[in-house]
């Protein structure tokens, strides 16, 4: 039944600094959305396609911040140049390498709380 994931939806606090974390420093771009509303924004990747990210404005913030969801997760190239842009923004991260498969894992927050992860090809080097 189910055929892939379709989206994340996030509650965001400050829309710049969102936008910035998500479009400004992992790539994604704010597309078209439908008006639903209420404020937020849709992010999709660079090369097209869906929609990934979703992104609220008007809601508050729930106070355990991932609830069930422990993290998202984006397959991603460039793990030279974006583990710099990260050191360049002076943004923290954990880096390390999966068991067994040896991808490249390198997990964030962004600037609400969510946890953020970045899988690499093994064949990437720093």
């Known amino acids: 039944m189910i055929q892939g994931m379709n989206h994340f939806t996030i509650t965001a606090e400050d ?3 969102t936008l910035d974390f998500y479009c400004g420093l992992l790539g994604l771009v704010e597309g078209p959305r439908p008006d639903l509303g209420f404020p937020g ?7 097209g396609g869906a ?5 609220y404005w008007d809601r508050p913030m729930p106070s355990l911040r991932t609830g069930v969801i422990d993290h998202m997760a984006f397959t991603a190239s460039g ?3 974006v583990k710099a842009r990260f050191d360049a923004r002076g943004i923290g991260y954990d880096l390390r390498r999966q068991a067994g ?3 490249w ?3 964030s ?3 609400n709380g ?3 992860e970045l899988d690499f090809d093994p064949a990437e080097s720093l």
């Open 15 to 17: 829309r710049e600094r």
């Open 41 to 47: 924004a849709w992010l999709y990747p660079p090369a």
């Open 51 to 55: 929609a990934v990210l979703h992104i």
């Open 79 to 81: 793990l030279r140049e």
């Open 101 to 103: 498969a040896q991808t």
């Open 105 to 107: 894992q390198l997990f």
């Open 109 to 111: 927050l962004d600037p």
């Open 114 to 116: 969510a946890k953020v």
